[in-house]
Structures are given as structure tokens and as C-alpha cells.
């Protein structure tokens, strides 16, 4: 894909975009849950069941903290950089202005999606009196991308930021899209995800498209150095150690016996999948290199190998 053949999708923003079209969602009290089960297997586990079901609510009220300060993090600090970079023409590598409009709307959708977020944890807060306990003060991208650009020649990092933005960017429309169908949880959290996934869904052709673009002028050379890089970045990406901290943080503020919450522990330490082919998350991250065409190129084929099925 050429940048002169790229199509701007400013109207589908002007009609579509959620800071146009929804309205305030406001967090229903009701019995549905605000977190899903399935999102937090704490508990779910032998021991949570046995030594305090009755705490459910309270963890998955702090892991809902979490996500929203996940949220956060991720657009306001990663998605928004670089977007905004690209916006302003002040990305090292260039876009004609069809692109660097289409990512001044990302900028303000990934601001905007912050905001609701916010929002919706003060009223998380008002509705349960439960007050955040320590959050993260970063993501695992926070550390990932560091880590892949620092391999990077200085020629190649503002391609290699693009191209770990796109991956996380196509990776977590996915991701969203699971949560917005869980009829277990409160309408107004499935509303939210389901506005989330509509903007993210056009964000994640967004960046594929512009992946595409530099893929396709990019040397032989330079495709070989970045294909090194992508396995430590996914390395990073798909640790498990801030939510194992969070986890951990969370078991201690959980009214146990010592017994009972190194047990807890014990169990959180084994949910770690393990960062391979069977990764629930590769599976995006795969589908992201086929459209974005780095697939194609036998050096990317090559370094993601112990990723392909």
C-alpha cells in the first residue's frame, strides 16, 4: 500500500465516532457484576472460594480499578504520543495529511475513551464506597516498547514505536470486543466497552494501514533489523508481572489468615500463560502481521516462527 493510495475516514468519524454520538454512561446499582468472573480467576480459585467468597465484589471492584487506570495509561501515554506526533508532522517517519488527520481523531477518541474511563471509576467509587487501593503506575507496553527501541537503530525508532503501537492498538480491540459480549456484567459497563470497540475498531485499520504504508517503502536492511526486534517486544508485551503484582497488592488487603492468603498467592503465581503460540493473546497479534502485510516478508516469518501454528 502506497501512502497516495491511502483513504481518509473522516466522515465515518464525523457520524460515528463516540465523543460525537454517546451519551454519559452511568453505572447502574443493580446485582450484575462490574467485572467479569472470567477477567479476574482469582476468584475463581479453590481457595478464594473456600476462605471469602464474600469479598468477590471488593476484588472485582479494585481489578475494575485496574483496568480503568490500564485504559488510561495506555491512551493518554502510549496512543496518544505517537499519534499526536504524527498529527503534529513531527514524526520521523512521514504521512501525507489524510493520515495525519485521521490520527488527530485517534488523539482525541483515546483522550476521550480516558475521560469516560475516569468518570466512570468516580462513579464506580460514589455507587460502592470502595476506594482504589494503590494502582500500577504502568502498563506492560510501558515497559515493552522501552525495550524494543533500545535495540533499535536511530534510524528505525520511530518505526519500530509505530509498528509496537499498531500490535498493542489491534491486539486490545480484541481483547475489548470479549468483554463487551459478557452478559454477566452491568449494562453500562457493556455500553462502554461497545463504545470502545466502535472507535477502536476503526483505529486498529487506522494503524495497520499505516504499518502498511511504511512496510512498503522500507529496505530489505531495514525490515531485517525490525524483525529481530518483534519477539522482544511480544516477550514484553505479554508478561504477566504488574498483574501478578496487582494480584498480590490486592490479596493483601483481603481480610484473610496468613495461611489462607499465601495459598491465594500460591494460585495467582500459576495463572501465568505461558508467552508462546498458545498465548490467548498471539492469535491477534498474528492476524495484526497479516493485515498489515509484514507477514509477507520472509524475515518476519522467520522471527516469529515459535509464534505460528
Known amino acids: 500500500m502506497n501512502a497516495a493510495d491511502y483513504q481518509s475516514f473522516a466522515e465515518a468519524w464525523e457520524s460515528r465516532a463516540t465523543i460525537r454520538t454517546r451519551p454519559r454512561r452511568m453505572v447502574e446499582n443493580d446485582d450484575k457484576l462490574i467485572y467479569p468472573l472470567s477477567r479476574q480467576p482469582l476468584v475463581l480459585g479453590e481457595t478464594f472460594l473456600r476462605e471469602c467468597p464474600e469479598q468477590r465484589d471488593f476484588a472485582l471492584v479494585q481489578t475494575l480499578y485496574k483496568f480503568i487506570n490500564d485504559v488510561v495509561i495506555f491512551e493518554t501515554e502510549i496512543v496518544d504520543k505517537t499519534a499526536r506526533s504524527i498529527a503534529k508532522n513531527r514524526f520521523a517517519v512521514p504521512f501525507p495529511f489524510a493520515c495525519r488527520y485521521d490520527a488527530m481523531t485517534v488523539v482525541v477518541d483515546e483522550d476521550y475513551h480516558a475521560l469516560v474511563a475516569m468518570d466512570f471509576m468516580q462513579q464506580t467509587i460514589a455507587m460502592t464506597g470502595i476506594t ?71 483505529h486498529s485499520g487506522f494503524w495497520a494501514r499505516l504499518v502498511r504504508i511504511y512496510w512498503h517503502g522500507a529496505s530489505d536492511a531495514d525490515r531485517q533489523s525490525i524483525a529481530h526486534i518483534l519477539p522482544v517486544f511480544i516477550a514484553h508485551y505479554l508478561t504477566n508481572d504488574i498483574q501478578k503484582a496487582f494480584d498480590f497488592q490486592l490479596i493483601e488487603h483481603l481480610q484473610l489468615s496468613d495461611a489462607a492468603r499465601l495459598a491465594l498467592k500460591n494460585e495467582v503465581s500459576g495463572l501465568a500463560f505461558p508467552i508462546n ?11 495484526f502481521f497479516r493485515s498489515s502485510s509484514l507477514l509477507e516478508s520472509p524475515c518476519v516469518q522467520d522471527a516469529l516462527s515459535d509464534y505460528l501454528v
Not at 503460540?277 to 492476524?287: G, Q, S
Open 132 to 202: 482504589p487501593i494503590e494502582l500500577p503506575r504502568e502498563i506492560e507496553l510501558s515497559r515493552a516498547i522501552p525495550a524494543a527501541l533500545a535495540l533499535a537503530p536511530e534510524h528505525l525508532r520511530a518505526a519500530v514505536e509505530l509498528i509496537c503501537v499498531a500490535i498493542a492498538e489491534n491486539t486490545v480491540t480484541n481483547d475489548v470486543a470479549a468483554f463487551a459480549k459478557d452478559d454477566t456484567v452491568k449494562q453500562s459497563i457493556k455500553g462502554l466497552m461497545a463504545d470502545h470497540l466502535l472507535d477502536e475498531g476503526r
Open 277 to 287: 503460540r498458545h498465548h490467548p493473546l498471539v492469535a491477534n497479534i498474528v492476524r
